[in-house]
């Protein structure tokens, strides 16, 4: 299938293209200089592997949890190509697309992202199968939650940082994690075509990004 991915939930903006089995990717680790990027590298991933936007069978994103700019970002280009050329859009739990290439570890599987203020984007699974849903959590709940393990992988952006406060906290809970950063739209294609085989629509028009916590914006609005 022919496809575009986009992961830009965080600072490290990812985007690929793919043609049948060839993908291009281009990792950019820019902090917030996502707005300037995104569309010029769209274009590039797409001109490599010769393809045009009204060539794909879909696109696909992370839509949250994540940075409110990243995620708006994403879900704006990706909809502005499904409006012009019909092509629908799937949407992936960012926390979900981190945590896919481990999914089948034998023992608990936490996916993560600092959502700062003493406070982590989490969810925890095992075997296939969610223990703790996605949520934006205070570091003592997931403390509390951990406590319950033996032992534990660590994904997602922010690992290192997690696995400190747990190694910190909670010494009889070993913890494992990789020193690398995946190719994360990879994840996302792989994702996505399981939701087409199974017959799961795309998102609808109305839909956005999943927050899950308000913006500072909004948070002062309502102060």
């Known amino acids: 299938m022919?496809?575009?991915?986009?992961?830009?939930?965080?600072?490290?903006l990812t985007?690929?293209?793919?043609?049948?089995?060839?993908?291009?990717?281009?990792?950019?680790?820019?902090?917030?200089?996502?707005?300037?990027?995104?569309?010029?590298?769209?274009?590039?991933?797409l001109?490599?592997?010769?393809?045009?936007?009204?060539e794909l069978d879909?696109?696909?994103?992370?839509?949250?949890?994540?940075?409110?700019?990243?995620?708006?970002?994403?879900?704006?280009?990706?909809?502005?190509i499904n409006l012009a050329y019909n092509i629908p859009v799937y949407g992936i739990s960012s926390l979900e697309?981190?945590?896919?290439?481990?999914?089948?570890l034998d023992f608990a599987l936490v996916s993560c992202i600092d959502a700062k203020k003493e406070r982590f984007y989490l969810?925890?699974?095992?075997?296939?199968?969610?223990?703790?849903?996605?949520?934006?959590?205070?570091?003592?709940?997931?403390?509390?939650k951990l406590s319950n393990f033996k032992e534990i992988f660590i994904c997602g952006p922010d690992c290192k940082t997690l696995q400190e406060i747990i190694k910190s906290n909670l010494q009889n809970v070993k913890t494992h994690t990789l020193n690398t950063n995946c190719v994360t739209t990879e994840s996302l294609f792989m994702i996505a075509e399981e939701k087409i085989k199974n017959g799961i629509p795309p998102l609808n028009d109305y839909d956005g990004p999943i927050y899950l916590r308000a913006s500072e914006a909004e948070v002062k609005l309502n102060q």
């Open 58 to 80: 879909y696109t696909v994103l992370t839509n949250g949890p994540g940075s409110f700019t990243g995620l708006r970002l994403a879900i704006s280009a990706v909809k502005s």
């Open 47 to 54: 001109e490599k592997i010769e393809l045009s936007p009204a």
């Open 15 to 45: 985007i690929s293209a793919k043609k049948d089995e060839k993908i291009v990717a281009v990792i950019l680790d820019i902090g917030m200089k996502q707005s300037e990027s995104l569309v010029p590298t769209i274009d590039y991933v």
């Open 123 to 144: 969810n925890i699974s095992q075997n296939n199968s969610l223990i703790l849903e996605d949520g934006d959590y205070e570091i003592p709940f997931i403390l509390e």
């Open 97 to 104: 697309t981190y945590a896919y290439p481990f999914k089948d």
């Open 2 to 12: 022919n496809a575009l991915a986009i992961d830009c939930a965080v600072s490290r």
